[in-house]
């Protein structure tokens, strides 16, 4: 318990840093928000106009007094607003994050549906045409970069042959099959590199575990092969497949830019591009610290299986 | 009749299940026009300037008292007519017919309330410093704006136009301004869609065409395209240079562009090499523009050799127009007659954010090192490469615009070197001959006259180079050949195309 405390408060203390890091950092580099906002398309504006608007923004005020703000707001949970549009930075992230955590969750499940069983099948069939072909294929999919994967994509299934949209988003409730269509691409040209990751991670720690002693032993007792396979094998070897696949996921988060970018899919990481490209401070540090937050927790949870997984780690 | 299922049957009923797909996503009711905006609107927020697409959701929502037509002619909205008394103030007569979308009558008061906003010293406006030139604004009559101008000024009604000047009701709160156009917002997702609806007390009987016109974000050019294509949306705008090939050999679509926006050079007036005119002129005589239309522009522009007047307007003229031509001997010779024969090491400024302005800029430098000017080029992102520019903190620069219309006053906001400074004009650079011929230009109401003073304009920005002119670029709209009723503008209009939607329908 004392544990988990602790951890809680490290975690606290370590969104605090990423918070002012954040905020520093983007007061320092060069780029006025209000300047740039009446500059949109190339335009000249007129520089009393923009210094009426920095004053309106509150962006005139000691750099102390704007953050000294910016924590006030943030004890009590309050983000604040966009500086472009002034709409609250929290109703945006409740509005994107899901999307973006919808995709990250149906893209990594596509590619563990894919991954453990060809990883373990290639492992438990070393060398063979399938465990070449496969490793062939991963090599692939993880030299061709996403971006092309998803232009390519496009490419053919809207532009050539006109059987799917290209790119964008629809809610759920709106129409399930098309929300479901649009779905497919982005979180497919996400699954596809996390897939090759995860089946190379479960190859190789199949493989590893498969010559271990107590897989021996087990064999050696007469335990149906099944059972070695799925209690003694697969369950051993996914402990650094899990550690990869966190490590993933929490990149993803912040990550999946260009795949949102490519498919028009409104997840979160649009919004941060754009903001940090206008400046828009409370927007840019708003969400940074929810990817982070939620870095934070994917972390906790993985230590959380990892006890679950492994019994030495919980009595450690 | 019995149908038997066959296993070819099947196959083919399999193969016909994504063009029932398609059918699902790429048919949208005949009375609901897609459009495919470049970037979402940064806000609505009708006078302040926030870009060509948040322009084109504004006009919709929003009425000013002229409008550009197709052809860039000034065409009457909320003012029928207008005209300049005898004492040289413009009176602008209200039509009886025109309503907010609050139900509330457009007049003479409200017209005067927006100009008192837009030009008020806490404004942001993006015509602030204009309206400033404005005395006092009269109303003999509710239906009568008598416009009083500190100076005389022909050039005022070219300034209701532009996307960021419209009338709003005055009784308006400042976050929810309410217009009179020929739509109203009905949905909204920030970052993503826009949807307006018919106003159904439009002044303008048959407008708007269309019921609904929903705008979609699609910031990838290449996906806007896709979208195109693939039928997701009915036209687009910024149709990218590399796609027009494409999108002119499909039988489906429709290319409409003008050149319009311009490429050039600014320089930094204050400090270092390009204080001296002569070698401003010297990077003028320097360029071969036609690589910078090959290369940056996939071949969709034209080459800028004077200063940036549009060819077919009166004030155009050929032998001026070419008046800084490619001529390295001439370059040469100026640099000489500087006193630095052998050129210099300069940084020059630009951004990787834009492949036209990096572009551009690669091949600006491989021209300047040719006479011996070696240029280092600086590229970071858009936000830190306009920093730069309204500090000064710069000797030369790239950068991209298009004027505020087709008159050559439209040209003040780039060249007029009296104005506070702007990452967008040379930074303390005085042109002082060129900024006078601008002056006398916005008070002279005999054409004749006026198309002088802008030649001589013309004569002095040659010689003080204020900006060097590199190439036009074709500004392009790609859309579903059923689509009529649309055209580009112009010149510096055709990012004002947007304003013709209300007169679009489906053929």
């Given at each position: 318990m004392l544990w988990f405390l602790r951890r809680i408060a490290v975690s606290l203390l370590l969104a605090w840093l990423v918070a002012t890091i954040v905020f520093m950092t983007l007061h320092i580099v060069p780029g006025d928000p209000a300047e740039l906002l009446m500059s949109t398309g190339g335009v000249a504006p007129d520089p009393a106009a923009v210094e009426e608007l920095r004053e309106r923004l509150g962006l005139n005020q000691p750099l102390m007094t704007q953050y000294g703000a910016f924590l006030m707001g943030l004890l009590r949970g309050d983000l604040g607003v966009s500086l472009i549009d002034e709409y609250p930075v929290l109703d945006e992230i409740a509005l994107r994050l899901p999307r973006t955590l919808e995709l990250i969750g149906v893209a990594s499940l596509l590619a563990i549906v894919v991954a453990l069983p060809a990883g373990t099948y290639a492992a438990v069939h070393r060398d063979g045409a399938f465990d070449r072909a496969a490793s062939a294929v991963t090599a692939l999919l993880l030299a061709i970069p996403v971006f092309v994967v998803g232009t390519l994509l496009i490419l053919l299934l809207a532009?050539?042959?006109?059987?799917?949209?290209?790119?964008?988003?629809?809610?759920?409730?709106?129409?399930?099959?098309?929300?479901?269509?649009?779905?497919?691409l982005p979180a497919l040209a996400i699954a596809k590199?996390?897939?090759?990751?995860?089946?190379?991670?479960?190859?190789?720690?199949?493989?590893?575990?498969?010559?271990?002693?107590?897989?021996?032993?087990?064999?050696?007792?007469?335990?149906?092969?099944?059972?070695v396979m799925t209690l003694h094998v697969v369950r051993n070897a996914l402990l650094p497949v899990l550690t990869v696949l966190g490590l993933h996921m929490?990149?993803?988060?912040?990550?999946?830019?260009?795949?949102?970018?490519?498919?028009?899919?409104?997840?979160?990481?649009?919004?941060?591009?754009?903001?940090?490209?206008?400046?828009?401070?409370?927007m840019v540090v708003g969400i940074v610290l929810t990817i982070s937050g939620l870095f934070l927790m994917i972390n906790l949870i993985m230590d959380l299986l990892y006890g679950v997984l492994d019994p030495r780690i919980r009595t450690a | 009749m019995?149908?038997?299922?066959?296993?070819?049957?099947?196959?083919?009923?399999?193969?016909?299940?994504?063009?029932?797909?398609?059918?699902?996503?790429?048919?949208?009711?005949?009375?609901?026009?897609?459009?495919?905006?470049?970037?979402y609107p940064p806000n609505l927020q009708p006078w302040v300037s926030t870009g060509a697409s948040a322009g084109t959701v504004k006009i919709m929502t929003n009425r000013s008292l002229l409008s550009w037509g197709p052809k860039g002619e000034l065409r009457p909205e909320?003012?029928?007519?207008?005209?300049?008394?005898?004492?040289?103030?413009?009176?602008?007569?209200?039509?009886?017919?025109?309503?907010?979308?609050?139900?509330?009558?457009?007049?003479?008061?409200?017209?005067?309330?927006?100009?008192?906003?837009?030009?008020?010293?806490?404004?942001?406006?993006?015509?602030?410093?204009?309206?400033?030139?404005?005395?006092r604004v009269e109303i003999p009559d509710p239906r009568t704006v008598r416009i009083v101008t500190k100076q005389p000024l022909a050039v005022l009604p070219t300034w209701w136009p532009n996307y960021n000047m419209h009338v709003v009701w005055r009784g308006s709160k400042p976050n929810a301004p309410i217009g009179c156009g020929p739509y109203r917002i009905t949905a909204q997702e920030r970052g993503t869609a826009i949807e307006v609806q018919a106003f159904d007390r439009y002044y303008k009987p048959g407008q708007p065409r269309l019921k609904t016109i929903r705008f979609i974000a699609y910031?990838?050019?290449?996906?806007?395209?896709?979208?195109?294509?693939?039928?997701?949306?009915?036209?687009?705008?910024?149709?990218?240079?590399?796609?027009?090939?494409?999108?002119?050999?499909?039988?489906?679509?429709?290319?409409?562009?003008?050149?319009?926006?311009?490429?050039?050079?600014?320089?930094?007036?204050?400090?270092?090499?390009?204080?001296?005119?002569?070698?401003?002129?010297?990077?003028a005589h320097a360029i071969r523009r036609e690589e910078i239309v090959k290369a940056a522009f996939f071949g969709r522009g034209s080459v800028l050799e004077g200063v940036p007047i549009a060819p077919g307007t009166p004030w155009f003229d050929e032998e001026l127009s070419r008046g800084w031509r490619y001529d390295p001997a001439r370059a040469k010779a100026l640099l000489a007659e500087a006193g630095v024969p052998n050129g210099f090491s300069t940084v020059m400024l630009s951004s990787a954010q834009f492949g036209m302005h990096k572009d551009t800029a690669e091949i600006v430098q491989q021209h300047l090192a040719e006479i011996g000017i070696q240029c280092e080029l600086r590229l970071p992102d858009w936000s830190t490469r306009v920093s730069l520019g309204s500090?000064?903190?710069?000797?030369?620069?790239?950068?991209?615009?298009?004027?505020?219309?087709?008159?050559?006053?439209g040209l003040a906001v780039i060249m007029d070197t009296s104005l506070s400074p702007t990452y967008s004009r040379s930074f303390g650079l005085k042109a002082p001959r060129t900024t006078d011929a601008l002056n006398r230009g916005r008070g002279e109401f005999d054409q004749a006259k006026r198309v002088e003073i802008y030649k001589e304009m013309q004569r002095a920005a040659l010689e003080e180079v204020p900006l060097v002119g590199l190439a036009w670029r074709s500004q392009a709209f790609?859309?579903?050949?059923?689509?009529?009723?649309?055209?580009?503008?112009?010149?510096?209009?055709?990012?004002?195309?947007?304003?013709?939607?209300?007169?679009?329908?489906?053929g």
């Open positions: 532009q050539m042959l006109r059987v799917m949209p290209a790119g964008g988003y629809v809610p759920f409730a709106q129409n399930p099959i098309q929300h479901l269509t649009l779905l497919a590199g996390l897939a090759a990751v995860l089946f190379r991670m479960t190859r190789a720690s199949v493989l590893d575990v498969l010559h271990r002693d107590h897989v021996r032993t087990a064999r050696s007792k007469g335990l149906a092969p099944g059972h929490g990149t993803l988060l912040g990550g999946t830019v260009l795949v949102e970018y490519v498919f028009n899919w409104p997840g979160m990481s649009t919004p941060l591009l754009r903001a940090v490209e206008a400046r828009d401070y409370p | 019995i149908s038997t299922l066959t296993r070819r049957g099947f196959v083919a009923a399999g193969a016909a299940f994504p063009f029932a797909l398609r059918n699902a996503h790429a048919q949208a009711p005949a009375d609901v026009l897609r459009y495919g905006l470049s970037a909320l003012a029928e007519s207008w005209s300049l008394d005898g004492e040289g103030a413009w009176v602008f007569r209200l039509r009886d017919d025109a309503y907010f979308h609050n139900g509330e009558k457009v007049t003479a008061d409200d017209v005067k309330w927006t100009i008192e906003q837009v030009a008020s010293d806490r404004s942001t406006a993006y015509m602030r410093t204009q309206f400033q030139a404005i005395a910031p990838d050019e290449n996906l806007r395209f896709a979208a195109l294509q693939a039928g997701d949306v009915d036209i687009i705008e910024y149709l990218p240079w590399q796609s027009m090939d494409s999108a002119e050999a499909d039988p489906r679509l429709k290319v409409l562009s003008a050149d319009g926006p311009f490429m050039d050079i600014l320089f930094n007036g204050e400090r270092g090499p390009f204080t001296d005119a002569r070698v401003r002129r010297a990077v500090r000064g903190q710069y000797e030369i620069a790239i950068h991209g615009v298009a004027a505020d219309s087709n008159d050559p006053d790609g859309m579903d050949s059923r689509v009529q009723g649309f055209a580009v503008m112009p010149g510096a209009l055709s990012l004002n195309s947007a304003g013709l939607l209300p007169e679009v329908s489906f």
